[in-house]
């Protein structure tokens, strides 16, 4: 039980956490939604990098590698450190300063300046919260499915699942269950977020983030040796006969759709927990350790989870049932970290690594439900600063709960890398709106309205395709490619081309708003 009480002592630790920051919280909205733009450079970097590091990339990389091999280190890790950072640069503080000069606290309240319509903040605030909501599904999904897999065996009296076909028991009796594992995290975030708003998601991210790269990096070391090394490790994937494929690259992945892939880290670019997470930095100058620091982070947490996916696919076979790639990186870790001590600390990282993405997520919904719908509906001056933390508050848990429901239903159906890859998707489709509205002084209100109502009908005719229609028997797992590419490269190129078009012939921006954003 000692792995399980870590567990537990490590989330006290954050409902801690969260009354801490609530001792510093100084009653205002501004301080609740942006903590008064005060964060310094270092917890500016490990807020961001922490809330990018989610799910997808702990659990689903490691169950992607499981499934398609060592290439996927190349879809998503190298292109994200290199195009993450040239967004935070390019676009995050072109945003972090229009934020600070006039004030805004969501996209949305920008978007509407920018294009001089109102009525573009209520069409982008259902979209980005039904995009946030796969992405948060991701957290959910990922934690209950770690948890139970770390916990297997404690509880064999109150959690018993039936031996597996062959008489064997079932490797995941005895764990917590995802319903209670998924709930309980859920709840922990909610705490910290509810108490200490954007300064408690912050503190919690910094914490957390420095826990899941340490115990993510004792886990990969503890893993490899149990394995008899990195050389041995290897070796037996490649005399594996289950394992061996997933080593070849060549014919694993055309060019194309590895070339198609840098266009989902532009998702980065959309984030509305991450523009919330820019506009609380106190100068321009706190992006510089971010820009330079962020691809070296993501080398340090990705590569360990990639390698040990590959591993994997020699050291456990393959999948039994009621078994999917999701829970991989949690029998890994409860079979080879022998040490319950070491387990409970790992355990903690990856949930670290969840939790981190979660906060932000929940509160930046909060806030722009606030700030987009509420205030500008009845007026700014409607509601003091308590109510409007309030509205915040039952906000953020009514979609706790819609994503807790969701995510329990979801939890065998649903693979985390390929949710959070359409998640992104969506986002990066959305990318040349932003773009175009920071460098771009002719893109029009109608060139929006196109670009954002075409990412629309494209994203869900293509998600349908790839996740909702039957497949034809044996391409279940087979990734939707158009040309040899990412779905996301259409969804790209229907967005700016219908930005561009429109624009071009339709009304230019009025002079006020050209000096306005262009002084």
Not at 46 to 65: E, P, R, Y
Not at 152 to 175: Q, R, T, V
């Amino acid at each position: 039980m000692t792995t399980f009480y870590i567990l537990v002592g490590y989330l006290c630790l954050l409902i801690g956490l969260g009354l801490v920051s609530n001792k510093f919280f100084k009653g205002t909205s501004a301080d609740f939604f942006v903590v008064s733009r005060s964060v310094g450079s270092f917890l500016l970097l490990m807020s961001i990098f922490g809330t990018t590091m989610t799910g997808f990339a702990l659990v689903g990389s490691t169950g992607k590698a499981y499934t398609s091999g060592i290439g996927v280190y190349g879809l998503m890790a190298s292109w994200s450190g290199l195009v993450h950072s040239a967004v935070f640069f390019a676009v995050g503080i072109k945003l972090w300063a229009v934020g600070k000069r006039y004030g805004y606290v969501t996209q949305c309240e920008y978007f509407r300046d920018r294009f001089e319509s109102e009525k573009l903040g209520y069409l982008l605030f259902p979209i980005l919260v039904l995009l946030v909501i796969p992405y948060l599904l991701v957290g959910v999904i990922a934690a209950g499915k770690f948890i139970q897999p770390t916990t297997a065996g404690l509880f064999p009296d109150a959690f018993p699942m039936p031996n597996l076909p062959n008489g064997k028991p079932h490797p995941l009796s005895g764990g917590v269950p995802p319903w209670i594992g998924s709930g309980v995290i859920c709840l922990i975030v909610l705490f910290y977020v509810f108490f200490g708003g954007l300064r408690g998601a912050v503190w919690a991210n910094t914490f957390q983030t420095i826990v899941f790269m340490i115990t993510g990096l004792i886990a990969f070391v503890m893993i490899s040796k149990n394995l008899g090394g990195l050389k041995e490790a290897s070796q037996a994937v490649a005399d594996s006969e289950f394992a061996s494929p997933r080593l070849a690259r060549e014919g694993m992945m055309g060019k194309l759709q590895f070339m198609s892939y840098f266009f989902v880290p532009l998702s980065v670019g959309m984030f509305p927990h991450l523009f919330q997470h820019w506009l609380t930095a106190k100068s321009a100058k706190n992006f510089r350790l971010t820009v330079v620091a962020h691809p070296l982070f993501i080398m340090i947490v990705w590569l360990p989870c990639i390698l040990i996916g590959i591993w994997a696919a020699a050291y456990l076979g393959p999948l039994g049932p009621g078994q999917t790639a999701n829970s991989v990186l949690g029998r890994m870790v409860g079979q080879l970290v022998h040490s319950p001590i070491l387990t409970g600390l790992v355990g903690a990282g990856v949930l670290a690594a969840i939790m981190s993405s979660l906060d932000s997520q929940f509160m930046c919904l909060g806030t722009m439900f606030t700030n987009d719908i509420v205030i500008k509906k009845v007026g700014p001056d409607r509601f003091s600063d308590d109510q409007k933390i309030w509205i915040a508050r039952g906000f953020i848990l009514a979609v706790v709960a819609v994503t807790y429901g969701l995510g329990i239903y979801l939890k065998d159906s649903a693979h985390v890398f390929d949710l959070g890859v359409w998640c992104f998707s969506g986002f990066a489709a959305l990318f040349p709106l932003v773009f175009a509205a920071v460098y771009w002084k002719g893109v029009t209100k109608a060139g929006a309205y196109a670009s954002i109502l075409s990412t629309v009908a494209v994203w869900c005719v293509l998600f349908y395709r790839d996740i909702i229609a039957e497949k034809p028997p044996g391409m279940e797992e087979d990734e939707l490619l158009i040309g040899g590419m990412m779905p996301v490269t259409i969804m790209i190129a229907v967005s700016a081309v219908s930005l561009i078009v429109v624009s071009l012939i339709t009304k230019k921006p009025s002079e006020s708003t050209i000096r306005k954003f262009f002084a």
